[in-house]
């Protein structure tokens, strides 16, 4: 086992949903980009490292149908299938490290909170950024947030990358065309503060 994957394994096992910094009962940025942008209820969907996060469980709310969750972390997987009960079986899980991620489809919809971050080095931004580019449809979205420059250094006690719309748009630009990019404050359940950047794009 990877330390990556062990570290997230172990948070998983150790740590109550809100004793974790990016929880959110209802991840209201996200809903309002599925919501703003028109998202076809039969959209395919995926969500990378959403862990426990809420996001699938307001999407199945939605009416959506055609659902991906991709996280490092079996623990975290097995946290959300408990919680979602007989809905799981409409949620297609994946557990894989993001780099090493072969998909067997294409998508409509990339959403990625506050996973995008942890990669560091260019290497790893190269390798994201050719899957991406090789995952979502013509006309599919890209919807990514992560720490913006005003943000932490670290999250869950890993270094991550900070983000601003240059920055974004100097990786993803190639392929997809900038919609809206705009920061926002998360609080987290320690009544801490941490600065996000959220960047919506579509494929070219």
Known sequence: MSDKKQHWENVFATKQETEVSWYQQKPQTSINFF????ISRE??????????????????????TN????????NAIERIKNRLGAKSEKVTFIVS?????????????WHDRASFHFLTSEKEIAIYKKLVSESVNSNGFLFMGTFSESGPLKCSGLEISQYSESKFETIFNNDFKRIKCFEENHQTPFDTTQNFIFCSFKKK
């Open 97 to 109: 490290d993001i780099l090493n991620f072969q998909p067997e489809t294409t998508f409509d919809v």
């Open 35 to 38: 919501i703003e942008n028109n």
């Open 43 to 64: 959209a395919k969907i995926i969500d990378i490292g959403g862990g426990d996060s809420y996001l699938i469980d307001n999407l199945l709310e939605m009416g959506y």
């Open 67 to 74: 659902l991906f969750l991709l996280d490092i972390s079996e």
